[in-house]
């Protein structure tokens, strides 16, 4: 008889990470979040995520760089599963600021994996990326394609821990990387499209759109991806030593797709182009077969219905907050 998970997860303030705590509680599971609250985006926001999801008291702010405050966590809370889901995110952010994704990215990523190994962990998932294939790959795209050189720096420091866990020594832990692919909805980050899509009509402010309109994006509703991790937690030997699967909605759609959702809704957005940023990818698509072969959760949200779900969020926060958090995120 396997024991009971004590889970701790790391990046609990932000958007998966607190979904994720809200839905583990909700499952009557022994759970511990850390976060450093970092200021990429709105510190009031995270709070209010956390507050509004019910796991403001479930969270310590603890910064995974900090090897020894982050040892005294585990040697304190005796954690059995461990998720990463903190570190630096946003691709291009990372041209204008790298520093934090050396550090939360790699080092924190290092540190995280060292504490597991000397305090017992069983099972260490972590949160990888759809950017790590690049451009130019077959769709939909497979876990065993061979990586490309990494267009960014964000993508870089999400390779390097797919090759940190891969060759990560220890024979009790398994290893599980999860790359996720455009997760949105409720409490999304406000430096993605879909926010700032949304946020804009309701503020009658124009959308800097720095992409084509045929760009594709296989979005994932963050309902599904909380679902994904909770079956990795129940399952009991099925994951071997190292696996990484994709995590995706399994259905790309262009930006027009998504333009003319929110439209049907009567969304009206007015378009301000500031030049594509050669970062991003032309198009993301994820097989998800291998999370059926291991019977895993698929995500099966609709796009349609995963934006009605985030815009019914959006109705329920103050105008003030909305504006707040959506400026705060144009400077990022």
Not at 49 to 61: I, M, N
Request: contains cysteine.
């Amino acid at each position: 008889m396997e024991p009971k998970p004590r889970i701790i997860v790391t990046g609990s303030a932000g958007f998966i990470g607190s979904n994720l705590m809200s839905a583990l509680i909700s499952s009557k599971l022994e759970v511990l979040g850390i976060d450093s609250f970092s200021p990429y985006y709105s510190v009031n926001m995270k709070n209010k995520r956390q507050l509004d999801l019910g796991v403001t008291d479930y969270t310590s702010e603890v910064d995974i760089n900090n090897r020894m405050d982050l040892l005294g966590i585990f040697q304190s809370f005796k954690p059995n599963i461990v998720i990463n889901l903190a570190g630096q995110g946003g691709v291009r952010a990372s041209k204008k600021n790298p520093r934090p994704y050396l550090e939360s990215n790699q080092i924190g990523f290092l540190n995280l994996l060292e504490a597991s190994k000397l305090c017992g962990v069983q099972k260490f998932i972590f949160a990888s990326s759809s950017s790590v294939y690049g451009n130019n790959q077959k769709p939909p795209f497979q876990e065993d394609y061979e990586l490309p050189y990494p267009k960014s720096l964000y993508a870089l420091s999400k390779i390097s821990n797919e090759m940190i866990a891969k060759n990560f020594v220890d024979s009790k832990m398994s290893i599980t990387g999860l790359r996720f692919f455009t997760v949105y909805g409720p409490w999304g980050r406000p430096d993605m499209a879909i926010f700032r899509l949304i946020a804009s009509s309701i503020l009658n402010k124009p959308f800097e759109l720095s992409a084509s309109l045929n760009v594709m994006r296989d979005f994932t509703f963050v309902d599904d991806v909380s679902k994904v991790i909770l079956g990795l937690i129940l399952q009991s030997d099925s994951i071997r030593k190292y696996e990484v699967f994709n995590v995706a909605g399994g259905r790309p759609y262009t930006l027009n797709n998504l333009l003319q959702i929110l439209e049907k809704r009567d969304f009206k957005l007015e378009l301000n182009e500031v030049g594509r940023d050669e970062a991003d990818l032309n198009f993301t698509h994820g097989s998800t077969e291998k999370l059926a072969q291991y019977n895993l959760p698929v995500p099966d949200t609709t796009l349609e219905i995963g934006i009605d779900k985030t815009i019914s969020w959006f109705e329920t926060i103050e105008e003030k907050y909305i504006d707040e958090w959506f400026s705060f995120s144009r400077n990022v």
